[in-house]
Each structure stands twice: as C-alpha cells, then as structure tokens.
C-alpha cells in the first residue's frame, strides 16, 4: 500500500512541469527581459541627469554589468537526484526509570529519486524545494524487548522481512544576505574575494515547510530469542504495518563558491520544528495504536554538493545528504486485542536518520 499522498509534495512538480518545456522556456524569456528592461530604464534614467548631479555616472561602463546581472537575477533550476539512501526507523519505549524495554528498529537500504527545483525571482528572492518517493529494497526488521528489573540481557526477539515505502518533500523561500558578483557590492569585499580566488560567492538565509512519511509493512516472522535464549522459530500469517510522519516549519541557510567557471561547491543547513504522529497494526496479536508528539520535534537536514558545469545550462553535481528526526515523547492510544486503553506511564522515542550519496544532473534556464 501507498503512502498518502500529500497535495504540498506535488505542489513543485505541479508548477514546473505542468508546462511543456517550450511554454517553460518563454516564461524564463519572458521574466528575465523584463528584468533587463527595468535595469535599463534606471541606467538610461541617471543617463539623462545632468553630470554635475549624477556624479559623472559611467553609464557606458556599467550598462554591460547591468544587463549581466539582471539576467543573472531571474532563473529556473530544475535537477533530478539519484539518492543512495542508508539509515533506519526506531521506535523505543522506556519504562519510567528510564530503562529501555523495547525496541522497534526499521532499516533504510535503497533509492530514491528526488526532484528539486528552484526560481530566482528577483536579486535578493528565491523560491524552491524538493520532492522523493520510493519503496526501498526489502530488509530485515527487528523487535527486541527486554526486562531489566531481572537482567540487561534480551528477553525476546523477533525478525521479520519488511518492504519501505518513504516520501519527503520540502518547500522554502530564499533570501540571499551575500553574492559576490552583485554590482552594488563593496570594493573592499569584492578585493577579498578575489585575493581569496573565490568566485561567485553567495549566502541565503531559508524559511520554509517540509515533511517525511515512512510507511513499514512486516512479514514472514521468525523468532531468534525467546525467554533470554537463541532459537529459530518461524510463524506464518505476518501482515502488519507502522507508518510514521514527521511534519513542521524549517529555518536555515545555503551557500556556495566557484574556483573557476567548472567546479563549484554549495552546502545547506535546516532544523525544523516537528509535530510527529504515528498508527500501527499488528495483526497477529489484534493490535492497533496511534501516536501522537508531546511538544516539539526536532530535525536536521545536511547537505553538501560538488558540481560540475557540463556546458552554460547543464551541470552535474557529487553530492551527500544527511538528515535526522527525533521524537523524545508520545502518547498512545488503541486497541490491543478488543481491549480499548489511552495513554501509559512509559516514555517513548521515535528517531528517524537518512544518509547517504547522491548523483544530480540538472539545467538552469
């Protein structure tokens, strides 16, 4: 079964390709002669002010720097990413001394292809995000409990093979604090820049919204402990679920350089703010929960990118992404075995980590 799908996670998708690639071409066009029009109205403007006003304003000179920049300042990014993904769901549970009692832990081992795109609206102004979804490679889940007031040893364990299904998406707007090719830029940094051998510098600051679903649907259950001793005892019938999903507003930054005009390097940073929920069934035991986050979560989003630009529109890009999400506590409620019951008196932790290579090609218009 599929994750649901959400109306934000196609949103991009929606807007940059619902057009046809030439429709998508005169839009650029389109915007980025405005802009130059604009530049050369102000130029053309403090042309005709008399020089002891404008302060013998070179406007032979800059015109060229002016035309450069304001096409430079309306662009379309689109990029496909072929993500190697690595990491794991866990959801633990903790009595109230804080002793660990059970364990659910859910490997990541697969791909996924993302799509990111980004607008440069203005000089300053950029809107972008990104989009993924992919069933992950079949893996090995494994559920551990314990019982420490009588040792730390694992009193039960169960394997079962499990097929993943993820989808994450995230949407933000840029403001860009920082560019070392903008034409109002200082002498002083731009000397720094050059005496650093740094080209094409730029910082933004990003506000936005992103979200992570994980669906986990087990079978085929083989117990490995029972009573604190190895066995190999296989059941049949498995055909559970637990999905979890992670949602909430992002802040953060984004930045990259050039040493030349073919290799650049670019790295971003977020942290979110989660609200967590999460719904299981284990049909073996006619059981039902759902989870819901006390406070806030937490989320790190890492990522660093070598590119190489192929020719003045495409490029291909090296990149690793890192993320992390952490639910510290969470209410249950449900239905074990006819038995309706809300919350208990033990602490749950929900984590969820992503990591690993990507491999990008993409076009800027």
């Not at 859910?106 to 990104?130: C, E, V």
């Not at 731009?190 to 990003?206: A, E, G, P």
């Not at 979890?244 to 030349?260: E, L």
């Amino acid at each position: 079964m599929r994750c649901d799908k959400s109306i934000f996670g196609y949103f991009l998708l929606l807007f940059f390709f619902s057009l046809p690639p030439r429709g998508q071409a005169y839009w650029v066009y389109d915007t980025k002669l405005a802009a130059v029009n604009h530049a050369l109205d102000i130029v053309e403007s403090k042309a005709r002010t008399p020089s002891f006003v404008r302060n013998d304003y070179s406007v032979s000179g800059i015109r060229q720097k002016v035309i450069a920049q304001a096409l430079r300042d309306v662009a379309l990014t689109v990029s496909l990413e072929y993500f190697c993904v690595h990491g794991a769901q866990s959801f633990e549970v903790f009595n109230s001394s804080g002793e660990r009692i059970s364990r659910l832990y859910y490997p990541h081992k697969g791909n996924m292809f993302m799509t990111h795109a980004d607008i440069q609206l203005t000089r300053r102004w950029a809107i972008g995000g990104s989009y993924g979804n992919s069933r992950l490679a079949r893996n090995t889940a494994i559920d551990t409990d314990w019982i420490p007031s009588i040792t730390p040893d694992i009193w039960w364990e169960s394997h079962s093979e499990v097929q993943t299904q993820l989808q994450k998406y995230n949407i933000n707007l840029y403001y860009r604090l920082l560019d070392a090719d903008d034409i109002s830029l200082g002498r002083s940094a731009r000397d720094t820049f050059s005496i650093q051998q740094i080209d094409k510098f730029f910082f933004d600051v990003l506000f936005g919204y992103q979200e992570l679903k994980g669906r986990y649907e087990t079978s085929d259950l083989v117990d490995t402990v029972e009573w604190w001793s190895p066995v190999n005892e296989p059941f049949d019938g498995l055909d559970s679920f637990y999905k979890v999903h992670y949602r909430g507003p992002r802040a953060g930054f984004r930045s990259g350089f050039s040493v030349n005009d073919f290799i650049s390097l670019r790295a971003s940073l977020a942290y979110s703010w989660l609200k967590t929920q999460a719904h299981g069934w284990w049909n073996m035991r006619n059981y039902q929960f759902w989870e819901q986050g006390v406070g806030k979560g937490k989320g790190t989003d890492f990522l660093i990118e070598l590119s190489f630009q192929l020719t003045p529109q495409w490029f291909l890009g090296l990149n690793y992404n890192y993320s992390f999400y952490s639910q510290k506590k969470l209410e249950e409620s449900g239905d074990n075995n006819g038995s309706r019951y809300t919350d208990e008196g033990i602490i749950r932790d929900v984590n969820n980590k992503l990591f690993g290579p990507g491999l990008v090609i993409g076009c800027k218009w």
